[in-house]
């Protein structure tokens, strides 16, 4: 399945002379027509520190008509937001009153390894288990999803999915755009029969399952009304395996709107990054602030995609930003925003090398099926050590690492882009290409998986685990 279109790389796509106007009203007038829903914010049970969670079966509204049935957190879809403060610890409680075993992994949440939902490490069903979580990191904006052996992609597409956002005291000071001007938003294709049931097919491994519309916090093809001022946008690509290469477009005219890029996986960047185009891969996160204030009332801003992926059809659009009044804007995005670590190769005390590659019939990392049972690396915990992604298949491969964020040292040997000079923990590898991280095991030891993040490259075992000692 690989080689069908070896330009899969999210970064590629400026290169092939799609920057034009082409993509500005291809969508159907009554596309944006229904308004983008927020998901709810978690209350914990006691007051406090101590959240719950039920996975069930539910319904969403997701377009006109039949709402569709998922499996979510409380039996919604996206799952409630649940909002943590940096260095207060918390625990949620997760029942499953599904008919299927779950795991709950917080994606880019530095936890201990029987919190981190281990493939196998399942919530049988009629069962409960409580993760902790420290929060003794950065803030940012962090996903809860179910991460089961082999059917990940199929428990994520029917739902098992929310936000998990840590609120920093550092970064409050800064006075960014907060409150309603904070918006999250999920990224995902999906595919309806007529019925408005949401299609899954499991056996779409060669580029991953690709849907054919777009659906944001759960709904196709939403507007926003917003004010003449900035907002905080949190971008969580949750697709099983889409790439998207976004672009503000204004009005009918397709003039680009530029923003800024604030914040990247695992928390802000050292400064905001000025930009009119931004690729992310399943599993990645970047918060952008936009700002509409010199735009006249009624303008709509559309959310366009130019990334062209193997396994699906184009989606050009993904929501719109109606401009619907004026407002004074009190926030600010200061020219620094966070003092980020970030090491450098003269620091690494341990270095090894991992394969991303098509391999007898299937994906593999360093040519191997996952196997629970293996270790396959072991890593000292506290040492500053690179790893040498080589990606030599045709496609793009998110390559996703748990516990810590990481440091993009280089791509193909060039400086990452600025936008992926913060923390990361999900790195688009493009086909044909070699990346290296840099990053330091901290906080925990056992065993953590690292993988690739479409969903069904990860389904087909193209995941290994880190043993983790002191
Ligand atoms: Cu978002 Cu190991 O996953
Ligand atoms: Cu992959």
């Known amino acids: 399945p690989e080689d069908v279109q070896p330009n899969e790389n999210p970064g590629a796509d400026g290169a092939n002379g799609n920057g034009g106007n082409q993509f500005i009203q291809p ?147 800064l006075h960014l755009p907060s409150g309603a001007y904070d918006v999250p938003l999920l990224l995902q294709d999906k595919r309806f029969a007529a019925n408005n ?26 507007f926003h009304e917003v004010a003449t001022r900035k907002y905080r946008f949190r971008l969580l690509n949750g697709a099983n395996a889409r790439i998207w290469n976004l672009r503000l477009n204004v009005g009918g005219s397709g003039t680009p709107l530029p923003f800024q890029v604030i914040a990247s996986d695992g928390g802000l960047l050292a400064a905001p990054v000025n930009t009119t185009s931004l690729a992310m891969g399943p599993g990645e996160r970047y918060d952008i602030v936009v700002d509409f204030a010199n735009l006249p009332l009624n303008t709509r801003v559309t959310m366009a995609n130019t990334a062209r992926s193997p396994g699906g059809p184009d989606i050009p ?98 400086p990452p882009p600025p936008e992926m000079r913060g923390l990361k923990d999900t790195l688009s590898v493009p086909g044909r290409s070699t990346a290296r991280i840099i990053f330091k095991n901290e906080g925990f030891s056992g065993t953590y998986v690292f993988h690739c993040h479409k969903l069904e490259h990860e389904d087909h075992r193209m995941m290994l685990q880190e043993g983790i000692i002191p």
Do not use: C
């Open 27 to 173: 969508v159907a007038d009554r596309a944006f027509s229904t308004r983008l829903v927020l998901p709810p914010t978690l209350t914990p049970t006691d007051g406090a520190d101590a959240y719950q969670l039920t996975i069930k079966a539910g319904t969403a509204q997701m377009k006109p008509g039949r709402a569709t049935p998922i499996v979510g957190f409380n039996g919604i879809f996206p799952g409630p937001t649940i909002i943590a403060t940096r260095g207060r610890p918390i625990s949620v409680t997760q029942t499953n009153a599904w008919n299927e075993n779950v795991t709950i992994h917080n994606h880019g949440h530095k936890v201990a390894a029987d919190s981190d939902g281990h493939p196998i490490d399942y919530i049988a069903p009629g069962t409960s288990k409580v993760y902790s979580y420290p929060n003794d990191q950065p803030g940012g904006t962090f996903w809860y999803h179910d991460h089961t052996m082999d059917v990940t992609g199929r428990h994520v597409y029917s739902g098992l999915a929310g936000f998990y956002i840590i609120h920093d005291p550092a970064e409050d000071a």
């Open 197 to 222: 049931d949401a299609i899954f097919d499991e056996r779409e491994i060669g580029a991953g399952f690709h849907g054919d519309t777009a659906v944001v916090n759960g709904v196709v093809n939403p």
């Open 317 to 414: 659009a993904l929501m719109q930003f109606v401009v619907a009044r004026q407002e004074s804007d009190p926030s600010t995005v200061p020219a620094t925003l966070a003092n980020i670590t970030r090491y450098k190769e003269a620091d690494a005390k341990a270095r090894a090398n991992v394969s991303l590659s098509f391999n007898n019939g299937d994906w593999r990392m360093n040519g191997r099926a996952y196997d629970p049972a293996r270790i396959d690396m072991v890593s000292k915990l506290g040492a500053v050590t690179i790893w040498t992604l080589t990606n030599d298949s045709g496609l793009m491969h998110p390559f996703h690492k748990h516990l810590i964020e990481f440091n993009v040292l280089d791509i193909n040997g060039q």
